[in-house]
């Protein structure tokens, strides 16, 4: 299959993989579970050196999403930390070559700083550094007390002197519904509160060794600190960066900023970059068939999941990328896709372009079979109109990697009818299963509540966009 039909398949909305089973993928569907086969290597770790000249592993650790007692995600589910289960994941990482552990005060409902301090003060500090952030989201935490608190508490729950790295957290997000846009909350979280200073004081200190920011939203703001650099000196860079959002994050969200302006800005300035969503919220790890398909012909021995961990370190500047693993199985996956790093090649690299076309809809018929780069974070939950934002995402995406979205034509064969009409049902089917119907898209009145997505969704026009596609299918007479 050359890369036209490949594209034109894949853009047609992958008629002849419908699955025939309601709610079900095709037989041959390959999920997140296929992973690199053989041993987890020791001692090959690929490493990057920061500023300093310290050697930092390219797979970091986020913990994010670290396993509760029930063995589910801690970022989903407001359930108690599994702390052995935490301790052996740390353990195995830093045997295998794994050195940086990122957290942030939020993260696992507020119990993931606690969870790595425990498990990291089981080992010699020269092990591992360890990053977070000052978390200083809500109005009522923007005074300098408050972010002082944030600072000092999470030293102490880490159980640590002073932070390797430290990065004020989510630059660029914005506050429309207090009439703020994203520069006036980067001033009053961070400037007009003196924190920026004292964080400033603080590295020169000895207590912060690396100083640097997460990034999401405007990119005016991420322009401006960057333009100052040589008055803030940054160390380091948090980006969402993979092989969709590399071109093509404008295309998917016209507010979001593509990761290649983003790195070339910090290359040029020589700032190592952390990357954030290698996997795009776990989509490019449960790709559509037929993209699946080919990164299987290309190496059947390699997990999906790698080739977009490969992408993500491929650029020189990329210092480590961050990886949210719950379970031991993506853990050792990942390490052994960085042990060591192996470049992708130009024809690696074009292959993974054209799947990223399709992702954002640059195929034809792209504009109606583009996946919603919702990450599952939540930031935008609860809703209230009782609306399940993230599952209504998961759905659509679960539906639409399956093959199962896809719009009535006029000249249909019978084949394709009855391939339309399988969709349909497994679609709607699968809808009443996922979401409760009073918690469905129908119910948002576009209150605007959810403004503060991080991926920077319109949720209100998305929301309209899925609730038309059902009620077409509902009408269809197909």
Known sequence: MNRREFLKTLGAGSLATAAV??????????????????EVPVGQMSMRENLHGEKVSLLGYGCMRFPTIDGQSGRDQDQ?????????????????????F???PPYCKGHSEHAVGIALS????????VSTKLSNFSPDQWSREESMKLYENSKKELQVDHLDYYMLHGIGMSRPDDGLDAMECFKQRFIDNGMLDFLLEEREKGHIHNLGF?????????????????????????????????????KMNERNTPSEYLYSRLEALNIPVFVMEPLLGGQLANLPQHCAEMLKQQNPDVSIASWAFRFAGNQPRILTVLSGMTYMEHLQDNIRTYSPHKPLDAEELALLKDIADVYAGVSEDGD???????????????CPYGIDIPAIFAHYNKCLNEGLVMY????????????????????????????????????????????ICPQQINIPEQMTRINDYVEELKQSTL
């Open 21 to 38: 089973a309601v709610g079900c993928a095709p037989n041959n569907q390959t999920k997140a579970e296929g992973l690199t086969l053989g």
């Open 80 to 100: 108690e930390l599994d702390q052995e289960a935490i301790n052996q994941l740390v353990d195995y990482a830093i045997e295998h070559g794994v050195n940086l």
């Open 102 to 104: 990122d957290t942030a």
């Open 122 to 129: 089981r080992h010699s500090r020269d092990k591992f550094y």
């Open 214 to 250: 997460s990034y999401h939203g405007d990119v005016t703001v991420f322009d401006y600190l960057l333009d100052n650099n040589d008055k803030y000196h940054w160390d380091h860079v948090l980006i969402q960066h993979n092989y969709v959002d590399w071109k093509h994050a404008k």
């Open 368 to 382: 109606n079979l583009r996946i919603i780069p919702c990450t599952g974070c939540k930031y935008c939950m609860p």
């Open 408 to 451: 009535e034509k006029e000249g249909f064969s019978s084949k394709e009818k009855k391939l339309y009409r399988q969709a349909r049902r497994a679609f709607l089917v699968g809808y009443d299963r996922a979401v409760p119907s009073y918690r469905q898209a129908d119910h948002c009145i576009g209150c605007n509540k959810c403004s």
